[in-house]
Nanobody, 116 residues
Framework: QVQFVESGGGLVRPGGSLRLSCAAS????????MTWYRHAPGKQRELIAS???????NYADSVHGRFTISRDNAQNTVYLQMGNLKPEDTAVYYC??????????WGQGTQVTVSS
């Protein structure tokens, strides 16, 4: 059974930092491209960052230079280090992967709120 469990969200002031984690189980993590999305109220879901099995990464323009995605294959975990946070980063952040045969899989999401 595929399961993604996100953690690390919370309330942070503008300019602050947070690190999100997504612990995966039920998949061959090391060969999977892992992706972080976010969904803010009234907005479309947005792809934030992805990391391939070879460690290659991609970022949305909105977070490039402020967020860093990384992975620990030994821990089956993908991270999203978020810095210089802005109020517009407020959203629910989701871990996602498309798994061979099984299709799209999502975590339950973790809320990030950036407010003074």
């Amino acid at each position: 059974q595929v399961q993604f469990v996100e953690s690390g969200g919370g309330l942070v002031r503008p300019g602050g930092s947070l690190r999100l984690s997504c612990a995966a189980s039920g998949i061959t993590f090391s060969v999977s491209t892992m992706t972080w999305y976010r969904h803010a109220p009234g907005k479309q879901r947005e792809l934030i960052a992805s990391i391939r099995s070879d460690g290659g990464t991609n970022y949305a323009d909105s977070v490039h230079g402020r967020f860093t995605i990384s992975r620990d294959n030994a821990q089956n975990t993908v991270y999203l280090q978020m810095g210089n946070l802005k109020p517009e980063d407020t959203a629910v952040y989701y871990c996602y992967a498309n798994i061979l045969v099984q299709g799209d899989r999502w975590g339950q999401g973790t809320q990030v709120t950036v407010s003074s």
